[in-house]
């Protein structure tokens, strides 16, 4: 059994009198691209200070890699991308992957190789010898998620990481962690950006008030198919009544037939049933609860942002 | 050690990018050229005004009168190396915790008194080379005009720095987990309090008025800034002056070397509180 790449226990922090994180129990793989969601204030951030040694827990233990969360031999292999991220903006883009990558201990040989390469992979080439201050909000982003990468991470934390970018450049950060998880690097992803964690995540907690609530393989998300739309003619009022035994909700207008299942299961039944009622079908459409609908409805209402 | 290094080239290339020292150059080589003016006319018109005295006694007062000239602009000097070192020190940890930059740093694998000390040998190289420069331009200058130069000087020199690196490491220590501007005020209220703590002590030394003496006393154990002036002008000052008694800017009570020690370990363990209030705050 490899050793996972996050393991908490219980982890606990109170400023004062308030938990901001009320006891977090989670595991993460290596290698797997992990989802960590709720609404603002749940103790995402404070988790993962926590987690990077920045902020130290009331309680609780964890461990990166296998070692115990500030040991510096683990924190060699960890890359971290802060939320609003804010940069030493008077270096130019080199000098400030060369601290970094000095501060990881790094050759020089390898740190400029490294540096050059990943410039390269996000676009900022020609920019090497700008200074940041000249840099847009996109650019800066990009610096930074290059500089979380410089020490070739076993494990990534990345904050908002797409906070800020267009279109291109989230299509981008959402290319690099899928390099990432190609490369078997862990990636322990913070995003409000739904839509984003639905396509690069293999597995997602929602968290609140500091607590996991539920964790979920995002392979289960297709699984949830919760809703069925037919289009079809010859749909008797037979066939529809005789379709109550497979769901509820039953909603017919004219040739299109929508109706809520029990899962996925249900669906080669039902294709049979209408088949064999003679029914000429022109579409059969399962359709899966969005993330955005799982959030609502394990987090409530409070928390959508 | 090599982190230290890093982060000590990073904290002097800030100061270079964001103009501080330029700033600090422009507004030190104003001062010298108005310092240097100044001396020129005072030099000349007090020259000519004792004519008909010997030639030795003539000498002798004419020393006099420069070495408290130049222990005057020496002692500007030593306040504006000082109020640098404060404001060097004033923002550095807490803006960086505010700005999140520290972040990127405190989570890589590195100890967080790499920071603090590398901040700290930054600024330390940066005062070196500030107070240096405009207190050897001080002594240039006096030199050029009256051919004058001053017992003890890299004794005194050293000693002013000592002073500016002292205000430092309180203002980076305070920083650690006071914001800019409560550090800036901390910082100068303990350096105002040094100041009439030395008068004080000056005053009382000359009345022979014990109390007075172990107040002046009292506040250098507390913060001993301003004793560390006193030694660099008791080091640099002309001996007869020290004689005759008070000098606005000579001195008259002097810190024993002792002080100087207690300064320096004061210093230490300011450092050390530093780096412990870090290792300890969340960021």
Redesign the interface.
Known sequence: MTTPAIRTEDLRKEFGDKAAVKGLTLQVEQGEVFGFLGPNGAGKTTSIKMLLGLVAPTSGTAYLLGAPIGDRASLARVGFLPEHFRFQEWLTAHEFLELHGELFGMTTSDLNHRCDELLERVGLAEFRNKQLRTFSKGMLQRIGLVQALMNRPALVFLDEPTSGLDPVGRRLVRDIIHELREEGTSVFLNSHLLSEIEVTCDRVAFIKHGEVIRVMEMSALNQNISMLTIRASGLTPEVVSALRQWGDDLRLDSDHLTMTIRGETDLPAINRFLVAQNAQVYAFTPNRLSLEEIFIETLGQDGVQ | M??IW?LAR?TF??AI??RIVLTGLVLGLIFLAVFSVGFHFVYTSASAEIPTAPEAIDNLMKNEFVNMIMLAGLYAVTFLSAAMGALLGADTISGEII???I?????????RSDVILGKWLGFAILLAGYAFLMSGGTVLSVWLLSGYTPHNILTGVALIFLESLLIMTISLACSSFLSGLATGSVVFGMYGLSFIGGWVEQIGSVLQNDTAVQVGIVTSLLIPSESLWRRAAFEMQSPISAAIGMSPFGTISVPSPLMIGYAIIYLVLTLMAAISTFN?R??
């Open positions: 090599k982190t890093t990073m290339r800030e990018r964001r700005s999140g930059t972040q990127t740093v405190v989570s890589k694998p590195i100890r300890h969340d960021l």
